[in-house]
């Protein structure tokens, strides 16, 4: 079965400044993706970005961007030039192959200081 | 406001009422997804629509539980003979019915038992 790991429960990252959220995953599969989303306080979650599996070069999208690491199963997020607006729960999910439910890690709460 | 609406957004009942949620996907969705959230966890995944068939369950949604998407259009999640162990955000997420598409959330359904 797979797993979604996420290690750190909170981050804190001063306004201006860059943070790296991580994420492992363990699958036997080959062909898969895998997303971060963000869960404001009291508001629905929202897609950060998304990376598929077959793709080396890693996703970028504005401020936010991925370190996908296929054979160490790793999937780290960037976020640069955080705002307050950052301020979120991000969880990192994994969805596989022909299955439809993502599984989803614990999520970090990402603190922003201004 | 084109993205996924859930009804109500929250919800208070006593142990062993039945209560019921509503879905509306994004209107070109065919696919439809509901996932339960307790304090602290990521999402879990309860069941799986395309169009109106029910197409996978997960091993959470007991007998108990009910979903139904009668014109694959909306859904509705039931719970009957509510338990405190039910309390939690309930989400709804929709996708286009092409297999590795992406899910978009709902705002969610805060459930809280007495």
């Known amino acids: 079965a797979q797993t979604v790991t996420q290690s750190q429960p909170e981050m804190s990252v001063q306004e201006a400044e860059t943070v790296t959220l991580s994420c492992t995953y363990d699958?036997?599969?080959?062909?898969?993706?895998l997303f971060w989303y963000k869960q404001p306080p009291s508001r629905q979650m929202i897609l950060v970005i998304r990376?598929?599996?077959?793709?080396?070069q890693n996703a970028t999208e504005n401020r936010f961007s991925v370190n996908f690491q296929k054979a160490a199963k790793s999937f780290s997020l960037k976020i640069s030039d955080s705002q307050l607006g950052d301020a979120a729960m991000y969880f990192c999910?994994?969805?596989?192959?022909?299955?439809?439910?993502?599984?989803f890690g614990t999520g970090t709460r990402l603190k922003v200081l201004a | 406001d084109t993205g996924v609406s859930q009804d109500p957004r929250h919800k208070i009942t006593k142990r062993g009422q039945n209560v019921t949620f509503r879905c509306d996907p994004i209107?070109?969705?065919?696919?439809l997804y509901w996932y339960r959230q307790t304090l602290g966890q990521g999402p879990e995944f309860l069941t799986y629509?395309?169009?109106?068939?029910?197409?996978?369950k997960s091993r959470l949604l007991s007998d108990r539980f009910s979903a139904e998407r009668p014109k694959g259009s909306f859904s509705t999640l039931e719970i009957q003979r509510t338990e405190q162990g039910d309390s939690a955000m309930y989400l709804c997420?929709?996708?286009?019915?092409?297999?590795?598409?992406?899910?978009?959330f709902g705002p969610g359904t805060r459930l809280l038992v007495l």
């Open positions: 997420a929709s996708s286009l019915d092409r297999d590795q598409e992406t899910q978009y």
């Open positions: 699958t036997s599969e080959s062909d898969y993706y």
């Open positions: 990376q598929e599996a077959y793709k080396q």
């Open positions: 999910a994994y969805g596989g192959s022909g299955t439809y439910k993502y599984i």
């Open positions: 209107s070109e969705h065919n696919r």
């Open positions: 629509f395309q169009n109106e068939a029910q197409l996978e």
